[in-house]
């Protein structure tokens, strides 16, 4: 597949896929669906994270002896996990780096110890399964899903606890969801690397048409210019698929006037078309109402119950 998006700048390419790993489940199924990723010649390094137990632990009635075996206990269960998933790559026959286990330094977490270990690595790419010890549902809620998709230096890739679809070779039918940034449309070409020439691909814009207290202009007017601004991103799209053999489709979806939001209308959509894999922008554009509402992205990560890939825009974005 060709790498260089219209406009001739050059896309961003999966060459390291950091997976963060525990030994519940939903992390062995994040595992599963790496396997089945077709990026040849990527390299793929399992991390697991043992979490301070001072953060975890009251300090109160805790002696010295107590939280060292918490310590312990800790990094034997991170440890298990690095080689589980050590397994399920080599059944599939992929090699991986060595594993390694991060202990999240002192007063820090697990979201803190994950962005660590990617920056030094390079990490083109973070895997992780939705529900992991200690919440990692926090990595895609409230304020800590803002600072991670934040502060992480690559993308991030969800698999959340609550699909069971049976994971395939690479995704089969890929979600798109645009604004009108340019963030958005380089999150489309990062997504396209996860895609074969079987893979289906759409692009879908949202038309806001939910009324909030935060609008300060007319909802008409914010109307008519969403649908002025999801014809431009759709076509920039649609000459983009044109690059591509894939089966390839672009369409506006419309928020309802009330009760609703462009989080909810993308996961709606992806449920309806069948998506195995929802490409969302970190950095969208919603204006005012953005504060209220909280990131796109974030919203969607909480809802989706479909693999999500949070892709962030190029450092010039």
Known sequence: MSTTPVGGNVTRTIQRILVAVDTSPESARAV????????????????SVAENPRVLLPLGSKTDAE?????????????EAVAHAGKIFADAGIDVESGITAISREGGYTANAL????AEWKADLL?????????????VEGTVSEYVTTEAPCSIL????????EIRTSPRRILFALDG??????ALHFGLQLATPKSRLRAIYVIDRAVRLTDIVPISVLEQAFVEEGKVILEAAATVFAEFPNRAETEAVETAPSRDDVAHAIVRDAQQWRADLIVVGTHGRRGIARWFLGSV???????????????RPRPEE
């Not at 940034?181 to 380089?186: E, G, T, V």
């Open 115 to 118: 962005i660590d270990a990617a």
């Open 32 to 47: 599963a669906y790496v396997c089945h990723l077709a990026l040849p010649g990527a390299r793929i390094r399992i991390v």
């Open 158 to 165: 969800v698999v959340p606890a609550s699909y069971e679809a």
């Open 181 to 186: 940034s340019a963030a958005s449309l380089d």
């Open 67 to 79: 939280l060292q075996l918490a310590r312990a206990e800790l990094a034997h269960d991170a440890d």
């Open 297 to 311: 992205a974030a919203r969607t990560a909480r809802l989706a119950g479909t693999p999500l890939l949070l892709a």
């Open 127 to 139: 895997v992780m399964g939705a529900r992991q010890h200690h919440g990692m549902l926090r990595w």
